[in-house]
């Protein structure tokens, strides 16, 4: 791939997920906002789009050592059968979520406990972090068993040659575009939380728990828009474009 002014974000990281680290770095979202060009996106920052895109070419032709942001995502997700994709982000990214939810909530308890006083913001964080969990919970099980479920049947007729039933949804485009509208406003709540974490760096009087508090929503973060990445820039899109061509 070579990389333009005009290279959508989404394409960009979907063609090499190294390049996530590169757009992290300049906060440029190419998860819930992944549909736009590099210009425009580096426009809205006021970077030097030619300067990022150079640092990204380099990702893509393998000159560069990035690590961190890829670790855990499988090299070719992008040419995976779509019923397999699913289940990776389910079996990954679902359960991700699911254990770390209450560990960091527990954490979030006890510094709002201990700091809270000083840092009035810690109350903020956690009240956004329980807003999130809650709606991811709800997302990911209308995912696991309306909108996944649909994507394995389309994948398992496309492979055998065979026609379905339109689903009782209307269209895969229904459920998606409620999946892009919960995703979006997750992204804002993420954004919120970094906001008020000063970029997860703890203040000077932090105890190790404060800390690690603020490592694990950053972590939280990292999986939370590889998570997106996968079903807004590749799964949803394929599953969309598949479906007319097995339904009866």
């Known amino acids: 791939m070579q990389i333009s002014k005009e290279t959508i974000l989404g394409d960009i990281v979907a ?44 990702v893509i032709d393998g000159k560069t050592g990035i690590t961190d942001a890829t670790a855990g995502v499988p090299a070719g997700l992008k ?24 560990l960091i909530e527990g954490y979030l308890n006890k510094i709002v ?19 999130t969990a809650g709606e ?24 055998n040659g065979t026609r379905i039933a339109p689903p009782p949804f209307g269209s895969i485009a229904n459920p998606v ?15 919120k939380i970094r906001q008020l974490c000063n970029d997860f760096n703890a203040p000077d009087d932090a105890c190790n728990t404060y ?6 929503l950053q972590e939280f973060e990292q999986d939370l828009h590889q998570h997106i990445h996968i079903e807004n820039n590749i799964l949803f899109p394929k599953s969309i474009e598949l479906e007319p061509s097995v339904l009866a």
């Not at 397999?84 to 991700?96: G, I, N, Q």
Request: proline share 3%; hydrophobic share 35%; net charge negative.
């Open 211 to 216: 800390r690690l508090t603020f490592r694990l």
């Open 113 to 131: 406990q201990v700091h809270g006083g000083r840092h009035p913001e810690l109350s903020q964080i956690r009240d956004i972090f329980l807003e």
């Open 177 to 191: 575009n409620a999946m892009l509208a919960d995703h979006e406003a997750e992204g804002e709540r993420s954004a």
């Open 15 to 58: 063609e090499n997920y190294q390049t996530a680290e590169v757009l992290e770095k300049y906060q440029l979202d190419f998860c819930c906002h992944g549909t736009r060009s590099l210009a425009e996106a580096c426009l809205g920052k006021n970077l030097d789009t030619d300067h990022v895109a150079r640092e990204l070419q380099q």
């Open 136 to 159: 991811l919970a709800m997302h990911m099980k209308k995912e696991e068993l309306m909108l996944f479920p649909f994507i394995r049947k389309i994948t398992v007729a496309s492979i």
């Open 79 to 102: 040419d995976w059968p779509l019923d397999l994709m699913a289940d990776y982000v389910e079996k990954t990214h679902h359960r991700y979520v699911t254990r770390q939810t209450p």
